[in-house]
Every structure is written in structure tokens, then in C-alpha cells.
């Protein structure tokens, strides 16, 4: 993971107060917020006005979760397929959270005819907020569910998964090696409940029981120390279920190349002059905000070099990201006027 920093710019000062912040650096695996719906959704829709795939398009801003500013957005993911085919449980395309695409950490459809699928998913240094997006191979999904993690202090990338299918299966586990993480699990089937277990720490998101015979269950825990985790699950009956988990781990101690503003500059009436430190040869974007959450922040563009000796490169979309030179170093000058411009933030290019 990469520790966002963040300074003020009319004053010079670093703003390293922020939970983000004080927590990311000590490589603690923090949970900022999570979510999700009380009740399981229905069937697909085919999203863009009727023209676009088959999915779900949830609109998070009145549900009161927020992961932008943070370092990793975690969803999990669970669905009963009507299909009836040889190959059922709606494939999973692409799932995008406020524009941005999040990497597939696990997926699994069930080709017998109990036809679930469940999945997990994840997204590093989340750049800002906006609708959750989920497009599928096909229409035929009755019922689904998922839930959102937003965390803080956790490496990039998934460190292990784990899954099963079966009537009488094991556990899925998976190892932690540092001494602080997250472990998600998700776990789907049809008809027969899928009780949750407090064992081991573990704490239920939710556990849907839907109207057309879908069950559903998502547990999550912080670990407080290396080894090996199972979220436990009581079930009766025969019926196949899947069963998948994943484990992110803690950084640890100080990232080293985080990014970092360590100069800022005023040049001209709105016009400052930054340098940065980070990862050589690395990509960053900029952002500013009326405020330290950066809820969502606003994307700096048009950045441009003072001087062409100035380390770094100055490209990428509308000129907004820099990349820095084989020292890790980087010059590049910024405008900001209006508002949000009181806090900027350097993070990884997504």
C-alpha cells in the first residue's frame, strides 16, 4: 500500500493528523466502514437505459459508506442463478466503484443444479466515491447480495485465498503472516440456511435467507496475529454450497516509497510549484479538497513542468499524472483556484 500525504498548501504545513494517516503508517489493519443492504437484491437489470449489460448499479450515496481517501475497498459478492444451464451462477464481467475497476480476488459459479455464485473482490488506494456497478455474463440471476469494506493499512493486492464446494466440506483458510489483517468470507447456497458462528473473532455482515430458496453469509474479522483463519459455518442438510475467503495483510512497519509532497511553492497568483518524493520511475496523480477527508477530492489536471531540467515526467490524461525520475524524485507545478484547494494529496496512479 501506498501512504497518501497531504499537505496544505497555503500554510506549508503537513496535515498528517487524519486516521489514515497515523494508522496506515504504524502498518495496522484498520476498519473505517462497511455496508450492506438489510435485505437481498432481486433480478438484474440491463444497465445504460437499456442498452448495456445485464447487472446492478447501486447508488451508495445515501447509504452513508464512503471509501474514497482510503487504502482498500473490499467487496463480497453472492448470487442464485435461474438459467438451469450447464454452465449457471451469472459470471461476474467487471465490477467498478465510482468509475474505477476492482480486481477479481476470487470467483466461483457452481455448474449443478443448485446454480449459486459467489465472489470477492478488491480495490487499492480508492481515489474517490460513486456507484457500485456490477455487470454480469447473463440476465438470469433471481437474487444477490454483497457488502463493502472500506479499510486502511493493508498491503496492495490479496496475500491468500482459499475455497471449497460440497455438501459437507471444510472450512475455507487461509494464513496470515503479519501480525495484523483482514480476513473476509463468503459463502452461498440454495435452500438450506447457512447458520453464522462468533468463533474465532469473526463478526457476520450479513446473512441473507431470500424468497426463491438463496442463502447467503458474509463474516470478516481483523486478526490481531499471524496464522491460519476459517470463518466457521453451521449447516444442516446435504444441499451444495460454495465457500470462499481471503486474507489481506498488514504493512509492515513504515512504506517505504510512499509517496510524499515535501516542497510546496508558490510561483504565481494560483499557480504553485510541488516536489515530490516517492517510488522511482512511479506514476502519481494529484488531489485537492476543501477538506481533510477528501470526500471525494478533485483531480488535479494540467499540470505542466517549471523548468524542462525539472525532475519527472508530466503525462497521462489531460496531463495529470507525473512520473518520477530513476531518483524518485518529481517537480511539476499545479493550478488551484476556487475551491477545494486548501489540501492537496499525492497517491499511486489506479
Not at 424468497?211 to 459455518?233: C, E, K, M, V
Not at 471525494?296 to 489536471?301: K, R, V, Y
Amino acid at each position: 500500500m501506498q501512504k497518501l500525504v497531504l499537505m496544505k498548501k497555503k500554510t506549508l504545513t503537513f496535515a498528517l493528523v487524519g486516521p489514515l494517516l497515523t494508522l496506515s503508517s504504524h502498518g495496522e489493519a484498520v476498519l473505517q466502514d462497511s455496508y450492506a443492504p438489510e435485505v437481498a437484491g432481486g433480478a438484474p437489470t440491463q444497465l445504460d437505459g437499456g442498452t448495456g449489460p445485464f447487472g446492478y448499479e447501486i447508488e451508495l450515496s445515501t447509504e452513508d459508506f464512503s471509501a474514497a481517501g482510503h487504502g482498500k475497498l473490499v467487496m463480497v459478492y453472492s448470487g442464485k442463478d435461474e438459467n438451469g444451464g450447464d454452465l449457471a451462477g451469472a459470471p461476474v464481467d467487471k465490477v467498478t466503484y465510482g468509475g474505477a475497476e476492482l480486481e477479481e480476488a476470487f470467483f466461483s459459479a457452481d455448474e449443478l443444479v443448485d446454480r449459486v455464485s459467489i465472489g470477492i473482490y478488491y480495490l487499492d488506494n480508492v481515489a474517490r466515491d460513486g456507484n457500485l456497478r456490477i455487470e454480469l455474463a447473463d440476465e438470469f440471476q433471481s437474487e444477490f447480495g454483497f457488502g463493502l469494506y472500506a479499510l486502511d493499512g493493508l498491503q496492495a493486492g490479496v496475500q491468500d485465498v482459499s475455497s471449497g464446494s460440497g455438501a459437507l466440506i471444510e472450512d475455507a483458510t487461509v494464513t496470515v503472516t503479519t501480525d495484523s489483517g483482514f480476513v473476509v468470507q463468503e459463502a452461498a447456497r440454495n435452500n438450506q440456511t447457512l447458520s453464522d458462528d462468533p468463533e474465532d473473532d469473526f463478526e457476520t455482515l450479513y446473512n441473507y435467507e431470500g424468497p426463491q430458496s438463496y442463502r447467503a453469509l458474509s463474516q470478516y474479522q481483523i486478526t490481531t496475529a499471524p496464522g491460519d483463519y476459517y470463518a466457521p459455518i453451521n449447516n444442516g442438510g446435504v444441499r451444495f454450497r460454495l465457500v470462499a475467503a481471503a486474507a489481506f495483510e498488514a504493512g509492515a512497519g513504515t512504506f517505504s516509497g510512499a509517496p510524499q509532497i515535501t516542497a510546496i511553492t508558490s510561483v504565481d497568483t494560483d499557480l504553485w510549484e510541488l516536489t515530490l518524493a516517492g517510488t522511482a520511475e512511479a506514476s502519481y496523480e494529484f488531489y485537492s479538497s476543501s477538506t481533510l477527508d477528501f470526500t471525494p477530492g478533485t483531480l488535479i489536471e494540467g499540470l505542466a513542468k517549471g523548468d524542462p531540467a525539472d525532475p519527472g515526467t508530466v503525462g497521462g490524461t489531460n496531463n495529470s499524472v507525473l512520473t518520477l525520475d530513476a531518483e524518485g524524485e518529481g517537480k511539476v507545478q499545479v493550478v488551484l483556484s476556487g475551491d477545494p484547494s486548501d489540501f492537496l494529496r499525492a497517491q499511486a496512479v489506479q
